[in-house]
């Protein structure tokens, strides 16, 4: 029986491998760029969004480089200190804001100016240890206006969403930098920041206090909609731990199950058209989010909450509620917001994949993607925005692709959308060895149909999804092994067009072998600068808020346009209801095969 190793294979076998691939089917290669030497131990690297800085996160602190010559400008050092999480974001002309989490779960805010790091806030301070609070995730919306960090203390999980003063930030920033110049000045100077606000902080739904689930007629007969869908949650999670409980193979018994903690999944939306919800954040200014979407696992409910200030008389320990409720018919299991945040993706139970249309309050389209395999592990949009000549084609022409991954290691496209035939295709067959199954499929968005796969083994290449054909494929050096192939460091550059991805260890089979080699080392690979990709280069806008929509002022009008789609897409939407019933008994074939072969197993 083949046993399979973590440890990525050599550089010069995977090189081997590549080249032996390319000669039969003539796909070609990219060499490296450049490559520069890491700081000791680093975990994370993430590339601002004009391009001209990279945040690496690393042992004693954090560091910003200039992602042109590939120079430290500025760090941040403390000692015992592991950044394993980094996020950076361009906040005015040369304020960059920078969001880490450490290895002990400290979620921290700074802003990079002037060739300077400084610390504005600890998010989650550990002033009493009986009540440590650990930060799981940390996220900065673009611009960094808001923060969102999921947090677990003594067994709870709750997502808080912060606003960032960061207009008061500048200002002190400034003071601090001008009082530091004055020749009078001792030198040091101690900044009060303007402490951040929490917006919202949002739980796991449960179920209000007296509300019988054991009745199912209770349960369908209540009122309240969103206690209705809640109990729905409820029931499903209840029935799946009595259904598969634990089976303890040493002792011959069943164990007591056990419920495993909930995770958040959660996505900030922008101003979308008129559709209920974002008409009451008119007094956000252009381009912020208003909103943030959440879903928990182990749920069919995707909860959308307005990103408002709570009032002053409001009591501290009222739960928010949520101000939109997308239900869905399946456990939700991953998800994927388009750039405009329009269209909000999930991957659901039985193989289904739900695309939720913002501006109109409706799914886009429900496809089934694949009833025999596993189920989806993430998923992503392939282009970032709808491609439209004029503004009225933006809300009757509403196409999306989507990349969809499974756990098994099969990809999947879908390209589906309103009055059009919903398309899926098998991207790739299941991996028969276990180094080819992919740890990165990342959609390039400077790369029309072209997604990034890296695999176990190390192997890298550039896929086009749409012809299901090997582009490129992307070769080190050969002295040296990727780092972490199950879990790569890497980001990708859009405005110069260059991916940056960490390498490991120098090759223990190569001669000249030194300490200093066996630092961690920066590959560098320019798409723009290769002849391969000239027919898939694509400008981007600058922000996602450059994008045509459409945006009714009116609800009536809102309803005309929207019959007005209903009528031009009449003939397509015939074929599609053909195509469904088509697919709807043929799924129901393939279900009840898959049924039979399991209760005859």
């Excluded at 920078?98 to 400290?106: A, F, I, N, R, S």
């Excluded at 709570?310 to 991953?334: G, Q, R």
């Excluded at 450059?546 to 809102?558: D, F, G, N």
Aim: charged share 20%; proline share 5%; with cysteine.
């Amino acid at each position: 029986m083949s046993v399979y190793t973590r440890r990525s294979t050599p550089d010069s076998e995977m090189e081997a491998a590549c080249k032996t691939e390319t000669s039969k089917k003539k796909t070609a290669t990219l060499e490296l760029a450049g490559v520069t030497q890491l700081p000791e131990s680093t975990n994370c690297l993430a590339c601002s969004e004009d391009g001209r800085y990279l945040s690496l996160g690393h042992s004693q602190g954090l560091s910003v480089w200039c992602a042109s010559s590939l120079s430290r400008v500025a760090e941040w050092l403390q000692d015992r200190l592991e950044i394993t999480s980094i996020q950076i974001t361009w906040i005015a002309d040369m304020f960059y804001l920078l969001g880490t989490v450490d290895d002990m779960g400290v979620a921290r805010v700074f802003v990079y100016h002037c060739e300077g790091i400084h610390l504005l806030s600890a998010i989650n301070n550990m002033e009493n240890i009986n009540k440590r609070s650990i930060c799981l995730t940390f996220e900065l919306s673009e611009g960094g206006d808001y923060g969102a960090a999921s947090v677990s203390c003594s067994g709870a999980l709750w997502l808080e969403v912060y606003h960032f003063p960061s207009e008061s930030w500048l200002k002190e920033l400034e003071m601090a930098l001008s009082q530091k110049q004055d020749p009078n000045s001792s030198g040091d100077v101690e900044v009060k920041w303007t402490p951040i606000a929490v917006v919202i902080r949002i739980k796991p739904p449960t179920i209000p206090a007296g509300t019988a689930l054991d009745d199912p007629l209770v349960v369908l007969q209540m009122t309240d909609f969103l206690t209705h869908c809640l109990a729905l949650d409820v029931d499903t999670r209840s029935s799946r731990q009595w259904e598969e409980p634990a089976f303890d193979t040493d002792a011959g018994k069943t164990k007591e199950t056990i419920e495993s903690p909930r995770r958040c999944t959660h996505h900030f939306l922008l101003p979308c058209g008129q559709f209920p919800g974002d008409s009451k954040a008119k007094s956000q200014p252009a381009g912020l989010p208003v909103a943030v979407c959440v879903w928990w696992s182990g749920s069919h409910n995707l909860l959308q909450y307005l990103l408002q200030k709570a009032p002053k008389n409001k009591p501290a320990d009222v739960e928010p509620m949520p101000d939109v409720l997308w239900p869905n018919a399946k456990e939700i299991l991953c998800s994927a917001v388009s750039r405009c945040t329009r269209y909000v993706a999930l991957g659901l139970d039985d193989g289904l994949v739900c695309v939720w249309d913002r501006q109109l309050g409706s799914p886009l389209s429900v496809v089934l993607v694949s009833v025999t395999d596993t189920a989806f592990s993430c998923m992503q949009f392939v282009d970032y925005w709808p491609v439209s000549a004029n503004d009225s084609q933006t809300f009757t022409e509403a196409k999306v692709n989507l990349l969809v991954l499974c756990k098994s290691g099969t990809i999947h496209t879908v390209t589906t959308g309103r009055g059009i035939r919903s398309c899926t295709v098998q991207l790739t067959e299941r991996p028969k060895h276990s180094g080819d199954l992919p740890t990165v499929t990342a959609s390039v968005p400077f790369l029309h149909s072209l997604s990034l796969v890296v695999q176990r083994n190390g192997k890298m290449f550039l896929q086009d999804v749409i012809n299901k054909t090997t582009v490129c494929f992307l070769i080190p050096t050969p002295t040296h092994l990727i780092g972490t192939p199950c879990n790569p460091v890497y980001a990708l550059n859009t405005k110069q067009q260059t991916l940056f991805i960490k390498a490991g260890d120098q090759d223990p089979s190569c001669s000249g072998s030194s300490k200093e080699g066996n630092q961690s080392q920066l590959f560098t690979f320019r798409f723009g600068e290769s002849d391969i990709f000239k027919q898939y280069i694509v400008s981007l806008p600058d922000s996602p808020q450059q994008q045509k929509t459409l945006s009714c002022v009116t609800l009536e009008k809102a309803c005309n346009v929207y019959l007005q789609q209903r009528v031009a897409s009449g003939g397509e939407r015939n074929k599609a209801i053909t195509q469904t019933w088509r697919q709807l008994q043929e799924t129901a074939v393939m279900v009840q095969q898959r049924h039979s072969r399991a209760a005859a197993s």
